[in-house]
Nanobody
Framework: VQLQASGGGLVQAGGSLRLSCVASGRAVSRYTVAWFRQAPGKERDFVAAISWSGDTGYAGSVKGRFTISRDKDKNTVYLQMYSLEPEDAAVYYC??????????????????WGQGTQVTVSS
């Protein structure tokens, strides 16, 4: 499967962005799709996931500020980000897989990854 992530950019602190992850080759509604992020010099961290059944889960640091959703017709998963903070700056990656829901934050359990989209937040 190919995943194409887009929507990153430069935003001021407190601003919003919406990231998109378009999948080809697999129906996003049959898998768990997640967003991860990686800042320079840091590990890749889980951000949010949406399961095949529509369940959603978030990292504590983004809960209440970020929303993950999907459009089955467009085979696309979105990450709407509000109230962005400088600490949110990173390259954001989408990934697809079938981890057990309790293991959704484990990057190693995802089959395929998008190329990443840069989010920069100015203070």
């Amino acid at each position: 499967v190919q995943l194409q992530a887009s929507g990153g950019g430069l935003v001021q602190a407190g601003g919003s962005l919406r990231l998109s992850c378009v999948a080809s080759g697999r129906a996003v509604s049959r898998y768990t799709v997640a967003w991860f992020r990686q800042a320079p010099g840091k590990e890749r961290d889980f951000v949010a996931a949406i399961s095949w059944s529509g369940d959603t889960g978030y990292a504590g640091s983004v809960k209440g500020r970020f929303t993950i959703s999907r459009d089955k017709d467009k085979n696309t998963v979105y990450l709407q980000m509000y109230s962005l903070e400088p600490e949110d700056a990173a390259v954001y990656y989408c990934a697809i897989g079938r981890p057990a829901w309790g293991s959704r934050s484990a990057a190693a359990l995802y089959y395929d990854w998008g190329q990443g989209t840069q989010v920069t937040v100015s203070s």
